[in-house]
């Protein structure tokens, strides 16, 4: 594994949170770190993310709900859609 796969970027700055979140956003860099690069251009730049969630900053804390939010809400709707195929189930 190259070595950039395995190192972290620590997000604290909200306007780089805010971006982060971008649902397209946070599935391209998903699938770059699955899949690997797609170009020479398309690779994703580290292995992993990370962020505070109880910054003393409340724009910081702010971005970092949105962003947190962001991430639960796809396992929300896939969850919501079995109990929707549970529930019509006989």
């Known amino acids: 594994m190259p070595s950039d796969e395995r190192t972290t970027i620590q997000l604290g700055d909200p306007r780089a949170l805010q971006a982060y979140a971008h649902p397209l956003r946070l599935s391209l860099i998903g699938l770059l770190r699955r899949n690997g690069p797609i170009t020479a251009t398309w690779r994703a730049t580290t292995g992993s993310t990370s962020w505070t969630d109880d910054s003393d900053d409340p724009e ?9 939010a962001a991430i639960l809400r796809p396992y929300v709707r896939r969850a919501e859609a079995c109990l929707a195929v549970r529930g019509n189930e006989t």
């Open 60 to 68: 910081a804390r702010a971005a970092a709900d949105q962003l947190n």
